[in-house]
């Protein structure tokens, strides 16, 4: 193999093999070469040239395989994760089913004590979903599911009002001039639930669902203490209104019946 010829630093004299720059000073060899040396320098320049530029091949590379990625995943979310839709008509005609526990039960949930008021069984329409992240209840209750049943599951109804949910509450608003019906019968068809999930698989499934499907779950309408004190206790009526009017639900089983 041939040996790299040693150069000599033409400002301060240092001798080394063949580089672009003088290790001692840093004074760039082609720069003060005469034009006979110049071939010299660019020949010691090349491998370094050649180096640097398959590195930034395969950074470039990568960066368009992660954008693509991402690319790829906002598709994807946008395919599966947009709104079901449904002919006009009451897809789920009946009321959510309850019944009331002589003796409550608890159970101990991290911190708090979960007890049970009634069982409950919900099968209905998806009007909205809210991620909850920061607030004192997020921990446990990670996401609030604003139901629809009667005539709430009907697209006609669903389509003339705008839902939105923040604060642990949901708020309608007509689209139009007026209601499609009157507020009590659309409140009275409709819920902001706080979903409390059993395990892992159900907090799954709960952060998953999409706006416009039909699910049916079970579990129980829960009450909520914490170092002895009631902080949180569902409602347990369909027809309240303001606050404490939301259920806490205890969700054991989940299922996605369409959509």
């Not at 992240?133 to 003339?160: E, K, Y």
């Not at 706080?194 to 395990?199: K, Q, V």
């Amino acid at each position: 193999m041939e040996e790299m010829q040693a150069m000599q630093c033409p400002k301060c004299g240092h001798e080394q093999e063949g580089e672009v720059e003088c290790f001692r000073c840093g004074v760039i060899f082609s720069r003060v070469l005469p034009d006979t040396d110049a071939p010299r320098a660019r020949a010691a320049l090349l491998p370094r040239i050649t180096m640097y530029d398959h590195a930034r091949e395969r950074k470039q590379l990568f960066l368009l395989a992660v954008l693509m990625s991402v690319l790829a995943f906002a598709l994807l979310e946008a395919w599966t994760g947009g709104p079901v839709t449904h002919p006009p008509g009451i897809l789920v005609p009946g009321a959510p089913e309850q019944v009331n526990l002589q003796q409550p039960q608890a159970w101990r949930k991290g911190d708090r004590v979960i007890v049970a008021l009634a069982r409950f069984h919900l099968r209905g329409r998806v009007l909205s979903t809210e991620r909850y992240r920061w607030d004192a209840t997020s921990d446990l209750s990670p996401i609030d599911v604003a139901m629809g049943w009667g005539p709430m599951s009907d697209q006609r109804i669903v389509d003339s009002l705008e839902i939105a949910q923040g604060n642990r509450c949901y708020v309608m608003a007509p689209t139009g001039d007026r209601p499609p019906l009157p507020w009590p019968a659309l409140m009275v068809s409709s819920s902001n639930m706080h979903m409390i999930p059993a395990d892992s698989d159900i907090e799954k499934s709960l952060k998953s669902l999409r706006s416009g499907q039909i699910i049916e779950l079970s579990g129980f309408l829960v009450g909520v203490q914490e170092n002895g004190r009631w902080v949180w206790v569902s409602s347990t009526s369909r027809t309240d209104t303001g606050d404490g009017a939301c259920e806490i639900i205890w969700v054991e089983r989940l299922s996605v019946l369409n959509g």
